[in-house]
Structure formats: structure tokens, C-alpha cells
């Protein structure tokens, strides 16, 4: 049996759609637009790495990064992101989201701009210290997810709240985007001011030494969208569901909300005393009461996201056959170093710009209309379809007329992953746990999701080696080959709809009624398993 609300979140709740829950999207998503431009443009620029630092005298292409360093230098932020994302979603449940969210920011301007700044002439100086300063830039990212996610969550109103925190992530589509832009200016701007031959005409001069600024300039612009939120993240006030449900400091929450809201907010002391002293609110993590109740969703959240980013982070490998396929890069040593940094950039923003940045949009569109649960079912199901239909008949599509088809299912795999669970496992963790461990429970989810990302990023950069010893790439063992590597990652997409079915639906309720922070305490209740719905009525 469900208790009364507080007034305090009850207004929250109910409240119309304000100038501020537009001006909390834009802080929370400027983090966001900063993690997306940190971890995806070092892939813009590894080519280049590979030209400045391991070129090779006399031979026929362009240096390219040794596949242990390669993995290292995409990886390792990745790395740092899952260890950000369960220090930080702890922290916040302990010290209040606003007190930690400062930190996360901190952090990440700082290490982006060291990134830039890696020292050393030697290969291996350069890049043990640019991996050491990403794996920090990607632990302060890590925290951006859980905090952001749940400030925004805490936030918003019930009807809308779907919406606003799918437009947080969304602003991961802007900062693809806006890496690709700055990219493409910095390399276009270099190349115009230093002409530089293909390699094929003269391999030494086609780098210029001033190539080496290039890289640099573009890991450190991450830091600008950053350090422009950080005197509006430290002017938010705390959330009034933290305040009120986990320091329980009635006044306080009243009093912030009331500005927040500009309406008079009573602060019911007393009710806020008797709701911390209800079983519903008392049990912890590692407890069976949470097993009973969260367990489910906790192994829904975790085994979706982890199966998502195996796919979708895998998806980068086939990019280069993409790009190839429609003609937007040309072979390496027929280009010169910023030449090649152009094209790629210019590839990566037609692809954010076409499908990445509209399938977001259509989530946040979409969300509190069609539900959470709807969106990434259909999701998972689609990417499964399309994974099978490049897989199945892969050496029709290898053939040249057939390339344009290829390209269209693939940018169809990625505006469904946007429209579908790539936005879902990032908001349905933030409504459905309580609100004491509800950063926490969201960074193991999203912690889980990073090590997906990990397997997906490197262990079918592997797989995905042609069987044929003599036909792999520099330095890489026979993997079991491209086709096989797709119908793999058709069975994980697969898998992830299975689990889906573990996940609520909390479309249009309460995050208390969700949670369950309001119940009456009675023995029946205590009998009775919980009441969310997986699939909606």
C-alpha cells in the first residue's frame, strides 16, 4: 500500500516543464557532449599517430600504430570509464550528486588538456603518457554517467521524464558531431598551411613535423564545453530527492525547491522522519530485501547494457570497409598525413550527421509516448535483423554493385541502436531504484555496458581477422573472419532482447511509486514480491 508523497517531490512531479529542467539538460548534457568528444576523436586521429611515430623507412604504406599500442590507445579510456563509473555512482550516493559532479568535471578538463600535452620524442614516452592521462580522462567520464543521469532523473517531472534524461545522452550524438567539425577545421587549416605530397610521391615529406600539433589541438578542444559548464554545475542545488530521502534535511529540500519552482513548499520534517524509519527505506546493496525487490531490474540493467555495447561498440571495426565502399577514403599511400586525417573526419561527421544524432533524437521524441520497454525491444530486434541480413549473404554485399546496400543496413544498425537501446539502458537505471543507491545501482549498470564496450572494442577487433594467415592486418593473428564475427554479434543483439523482458516499464509513474520509498510498512507487503510490470499493460 502506497504512502502519501511529499509535498516536496510531489511538486516535482506534477510540475509543467520550466526554463530550468531546460537549463539542467544543458549542463548534465554539456558533460555528456564532452564524454562523446573525449572518447571517440582519438579514433579520428590514431592513423596519424601511426604516420608521426612508427614510420618505417622504405616501406611501400604509412606507419601504423603496432596492435598492442593501437588497443592500448583506444582502449584504456574505456578502461578508466568503468572504474569512474562505480567509484563516482557510489560516491554519489554517499557524499549528494551535486558535492561529486564538480569533481567529475574537474578532472576531465584537466586530463584533456595533458592529453594534448603528452611528453617525449620517443613512440613509447608519447604513449605511455597519453594513455596514462586518458585513462584518468576516462574516470572522470565514467562519473559523469551515473550523476548525470540521476540528477536529471531527480529532477523531472513524471510525464516528461523519460525525455529529459534521453536529451542528456543525446548530446553524446552533438559531441560525435562536433569532433568530426573540429577535426575537419584543424586538419583542412594545417593542410592549407603546409602542402604536403601523397606518401607514394615521397614518404618522409608527405608528415609534416607540424602534423604533430594537429592531434594535440584536437584532444585538447574537449576541455573548452567542459570548463564553460562548470560555474552553472556548482550554482544547481543539490536534488530535493537526495536531500530529502537520503540526508533527510527537509528544510533544506523545501527551501531549494522552492526557488528551483518558485512556489511556497511546506517542509514536512516529521513525515520525512517516519519515511527513514520504514523497512522499505533501510536495507542495502548486499542485502536479501534488495535481491527481492531490485535484484531482477539489477541484472536486467547490467546484461542489457553490457550485450548493447558489444555490439555497438564493435560496429567502429567495419567502418573503415564502409568508408572504402563508398569511396570517402582513398587508399593511404595516396594521401598525404592531414589529408588522411581530413577524410577521416569528414566520413565520421557524415555518419553522426545522417544516422548517429537523428536516432537519439527520435528517443527523446518517442520515449514518453511508446515507453521505455517498447523502444528497446524494438531496438535489439532490429539490430539482431540487420546484424543477420549483413552476415548471412556477406560475400553478396562485398561485391561492388551491391556496396550502396551494405552502407544503407549499416547506417540503419546504428540509427536503431540510438533509437532503441543505446538510450534506454542509460535511462531506465536512473528511475528505478531507490534513491539511496540509485547512483550507485547506475554506475554498475553503465560499468557493465563499458566492459561490453571493452569485448566489443577489442575482442572482435581480433575475431574479426581474416581465417587466411597471409590476408590479416600488420601484427594480428587469424581471427575467424568478418561474416562469422556479424552472426555473432546478431546472437548478442539477440540475447539482449531476451533480457530486456527483465527490465520494468516506468513510463508516466513516480520514481517513489517505481521504488517503492512510499509504501506502508505491513506484513502483507512484506509477503508480496514487487509490483512493477516488465512488460507495460
Not at 543539490?238 to 511546506?266: F, G
Not at 551494405?406 to 544498425?413: D, G, W
Request: with cysteine.
Amino acid at each position: 500500500m502506497a504512502g502519501e508523497q511529499l509535498q516536496v517531490l510531489s511538486a516535482l512531479d506534477l510540475a509543467k516543464t520550466q526554463w530550468y529542467h531546460f537549463t539542467a539538460i544543458v549542463i548534465a548534457g554539456m558533460g555528456f557532449f564532452t564524454d562523446a568528444y573525449d572518447l571517440f576523436s582519438i579514433s579520428l586521429v590514431t592513423k596519424l599517430l601511426g604516420r608521426i611515430y612508427y614510420h618505417v623507412d622504405g616501406a611501400p604504406k604509412p606507419g601504423t600504430l603496432p596492435p598492442n599500442v593501437s588497443a592500448a590507445v583506444n582502449g584504456v579510456a574505456l578502461c578508466g570509464t568503468l572504474a569512474g563509473q562505480l567509484f563516482f555512482g557510489w560516491l554519489g550516493d554517499k557524499m549528494g550528486r551535486k558535492s561529486v559532479y564538480g569533481m567529475t568535471l574537474i578532472l576531465m578538463v584537466v586530463c584533456s588538456l595533458a592529453s594534448g600535452l603528452s611528453l617525449g620524442d620517443e613512440p613509447k614516452a608519447v604513449m605511455a603518457t597519453l594513455c596514462f592521462f586518458r585513462f584518468w580522462l576516462g574516470f572522470g567520464i565514467g562519473g559523469d554517467y551515473p550523476l548525470s543521469a540521476t540528477i536529471m532523473s531527480e529532477y523531472a517531472n513524471k510525464k516528461t521524464r523519460g525525455a529529459f534524461i534521453a536529451a542528456v545522452f543525446a548530446m553524446q550524438g552533438f559531441g560525435i558531431l562536433a569532433g568530426g567539425v573540429v577535426s575537419l577545421v584543424v586538419s583542412a587549416a594545417f593542410d592549407h598551411r603546409f602542402k604536403a605530397p601523397s606518401y607514394q610521391d615521397d614518404p618522409v615529406g608527405s608528415t609534416v613535423k607540424q602534423a604533430d600539433y594537429i592531434w594535440r589541438i584536437i584532444l585538447m578542444f574537449g576541455a573548452i564545453p567542459a570548463a564553460l559548464t562548470y560555474y552553472w554545475r556548482m550554482k544547481m542545488p543539490e536534488t530535493a530527492r537526495y536531500t530529502a530521502l537520503v540526508a533527510k534535511d527537509a528544510k533544506k529540500a523545501a527551501t531549494d525547491m522552492s526557488k528551483v519552482l518558485q512556489v511556497e513548499i511546506e517542509a514536512e520534517e516529521t513525515k520525512v522522519e517516519k519515511l527513514a524509519m520504514k523497512s522499505a527505506n533501510s536495507f542495502s546493496l548486499f542485502s536479501r530485501e534488495f535481491a527481492r525487490r531490485h535484484g531482477l531490474h539489477l541484472l536486467g540493467t547490467t546484461t542489457t547494457w553490457f550485450l548493447l555495447d558489444i555490439a555497438f561498440y564493435s560496429q567502429n571495426l567495419f567502418q573503415k570497409d564502409i568508408f572504402s565502399a563508398i569511396g570517402w577514403i582513398p587508399k593511404a599511400e595516396t594521401m598525404s598525413a592531414t589529408q588522411e586525417v581530413y577524410r577521416i573526419s569528414r566520413a565520421q561527421t557524415l555518419i553522426a550527421l545522417c544516422s548517429t544524432v537523428p536516432g537519439y533524437w527520435f528517443t527523446v521524441a518517442f520515449i514518453d509516448y511508446m515507453g521505455r520497454f517498447a523502444i528497446q525491444l524494438m531496438g535489439f530486434f532490429f539490430m539482431t535483423v540487420f546484424m543477420f541480413a549483413l552476415a548471412i549473404p556477406y560475400h553478396h554485399w562485398t561485391l561492388k554493385p551491391n556496396r550502396i546496400g551494405f552502407v544503407v543496413i549499416y547506417s540503419l544498425t546504428f540509427f536503431f541502436a540510438n533509437f532503441g537501446p543505446n538510450a534506454t539502458t542509460f535511462v531506465v537505471p536512473a528511475e528505478i531504484f531507490p534513491a539511496r543507491l540509485r547512483s550507485t545501482c547506475h554506475g554498475i549498470s553503465a560499468a557493465a555496458g563499458k566492459a561490453g564496450a571493452i569485448i566489443g572494442a577489442f575482442g572482435f577487433l581480433y575475431a574479426a581477422q581474416n581465417q587466411d594467415k597471409t590476408k590479416t592486418d600488420a601484427g594480428y593473428p587469424p581471427g575467424i573472419g568478418v561474416k562469422n564475427s556479424l552472426i555473432v554479434l546478431g546472437v548478442v543483439n539477440f540475447l539482449g532482447m531476451l533480457f530486456t523482458f527483465l527490465v520494468p516499464e516506468p513510463k508516466g509513474k513516480s520514481l517513489e511509486e517505481l521504488t517503492g520509498e512510499n509504501d506502508e510498512d505491513s506484513p502483507e507487503l512484506d509477503m508480496q514480491p514487487p509490483t512493477n510490470r516488465t512488460v507495460p499493460v
